[in-house]
């Protein structure tokens, strides 16, 4: 249920926030608090957080028909498990149950903790939050908040479990993903129910979709990240051509986090998006006349605008849910999949070059490609030259032309499911024609049989006279 109303307003080329509750009513406490983050020049993932929360927190609120002066410690445990009841109902969900508990913190009671402590200093409330005395409560909701920013360092001051004390604890270690891994009979799977269920362009792009997560990890938000003027032949041949390097980077406009790290692309999967460009995309294009899709590669084929990453994410999951996939194993499976290959190639190489033990450190090359980032930056630069003839070994060619094959077979598939179709719509307009032309010829022996009699009325009437 989401009864808070959001709306944004934008004054002097900022951008501020208006919230309202089911009757219109105006909640200048969020309002206040969303636009004290805003000026305190906060991040825009970080506002985009805060707002969430406070979208979060008021649609509770409303639910449990209280105020949002009636926080307390009891509210707020109840509040942490109403919305991990709802994060596991969104489709989305990955199916990962100490993660969830692990965002909900994050992206939710943290922020919370955080709007009720500056409620306090604003002084709407002053018994709201704070430390509770040992000689019983006198605050509605405990916390050590009040005391973070008097001493000197957050060394210093209380630890977490003392300014959140109602976030989730019992998140346990992350589960293990190898049941979110997608198999080589899911991706076919997916490819098929893909190829089946769907044409045109749409057809086109969510198969190119599963081919580029597939081929370098890139997560939904970076699928709708990627533009047109990124994949063009003149940049292939500026980085490729002439060189020894088979694949580019390329940098997404968005990804998690606001991470800029570029991402791999090799040269087969370059030029499939390039053909998917200059033929299903352009073709897409000029039918519709949509114009507003600034240049990107993935649009919502209703309306032509980008698509977005929460749309992505639907739609595969909508698609696994119907292939009867473990709720939370999705498009996101596949990134999953590409580590896990990408680990066992890299480990390949790094022996076939004769690398220790210790040199070897296969997660942090591959932390590379996967556009996590990593602080170990002298080791990463000695590794990357060490891995400068990485494409040369025995153990790459053998991946890159397994690659290649299961590219050209996915390809090969694909062009015969459109002959298919194209000889099936054939055979329906040969169909179409031969029955016009039956029906032509039945009424033409209708309209003879008419002639033939109103013939033989004129002769009767002629012979009387």
């Known amino acids: 249920m989401k009864v808070t109303q959001e709306t944004a307003v934008v004054l002097y080329g900022e951008t501020y926030y208006v919230y309202q509750d089911a009757d219109s009513k105006v909640i200048w406490p969020a309002i206040d608090f969303i636009n004290h983050i805003i000026k305190a020049k906060s991040s825009p993932s970080t506002i985009a957080t805060y707002r969430q929360a406070i979208r979060s927190l008021f649609d509770f609120l409303a639910k449990k028909g209280k105020t949002w002066d009636n926080m307390t410690d009891n509210l707020l445990v109840d509040y942490r498990s109403w919305q991990?009841?709802?994060?596991?109902?969104?489709?989305?969900?990955?199916?990962?149950?100490?993660?969830?508990?692990?965002?909900?913190?994050?992206?939710?009671?943290?922020?919370?903790?955080?709007?009720?402590?500056?409620?306090?200093?604003?002084?709407?409330?002053?018994m709201l939050l704070g430390v509770q005395p040992n000689d019983g409560a006198q605050f509605q909701i405990t916390s050590a908040l009040p005391l973070r920013d008097k001493t000197a360092s957050k060394k210093d001051g209380p630890g977490q479990k003392k300014l959140y004390p109602k976030v989730f604890t019992d998140c346990g270690v992350s589960d293990v993903l190898s049941d979110k891994v997608v198999e080589d009979w899911e991706l076919d799977q997916l490819n098929d129910y893909i190829r089946t269920n769907y044409d045109g362009y749409e057809r086109a792009s969510m198969l190119l979709m599963v081919r580029i997560s597939d081929g370098n990890g890139s997560r939904p938000i970076a699928l709708s990240g990627y533009v047109r003027l990124q994949f063009t032949q003149t940049i292939i041949e500026r980085e490729l051509f002439n060189t020894d390097k088979d694949s580019i980077k390329v940098t997404p406009l968005a990804q998690k986090g606001g991470n800029t790290m570029p991402i791999n692309f090799s040269l087969k999967l370059i030029t499939r998006i390039i053909s998917f460009i200059q033929s299903d995309l352009q073709s897409f294009l000029d039918e519709t006349g949509f114009e507003q899709h600034n240049g990107h590669l993935f649009l919502n084929p209703k309306n032509g605008t980008p698509i977005t990453p929460q749309h992505i994410s639907k739609i595969f999951s909508a698609i696994t849910n119907k292939l009867g996939w473990p709720q939370g194993k999705s498009i996101y499976g596949l990134r999953h999949r590409f580590a896990n290959r990408r680990m066992a190639l890299q480990a390949d190489i790094n022996a076939e070059l004769g690398f220790s033990s210790e040199e070897n450190a296969v997660a942090m090359q591959v932390a590379d490609d996967m556009t996590h980032r990593n602080k170990q930056t002298l080791i990463k630069h000695y590794l990357r030259d060490r891995m400068r003839h990485g494409h040369k070994t025995r153990h790459y060619i053998q991946d890159a032309r397994?690659?290649?094959?299961?590219?050209?077979?996915?390809?090969?598939?694909?062009?015969?499911?459109?002959?298919?179709?194209?000889?099936?719509?054939?055979?329906?307009?040969?169909?179409?024609?031969?029955?016009?032309?039956?029906?032509?010829?039945?009424?033409?022996?209708?309209?003879?049989?008419?002639?033939?009699?109103?013939?033989?009325?004129?002769?009767?009437?002629?012979?009387?006279?």
């Open 84 to 126: 991990l009841e709802r994060s596991v109902k969104d489709p989305r969900w990955r199916g990962n149950i100490n993660v969830t508990k692990n965002s909900i913190n994050h992206d939710y009671i943290f922020p919370l903790y955080e709007f009720y402590f500056w409620a306090l200093r604003q002084e709407l409330h002053p």
């Open 402 to 465: 397994i690659k290649e094959l299961e590219a050209d077979r996915e390809q090969q598939t694909l062009e015969t499911q459109m002959a298919l179709e194209t000889a099936e719509n054939e055979r329906q307009l040969a169909n179409q024609a031969r029955n016009k032309t039956t029906h032509e010829r039945q009424r033409a022996d209708k309209l003879e049989q008419e002639l033939k009699k109103v013939r033989q009325v004129l002769a009767i009437l002629n012979s009387s006279k």
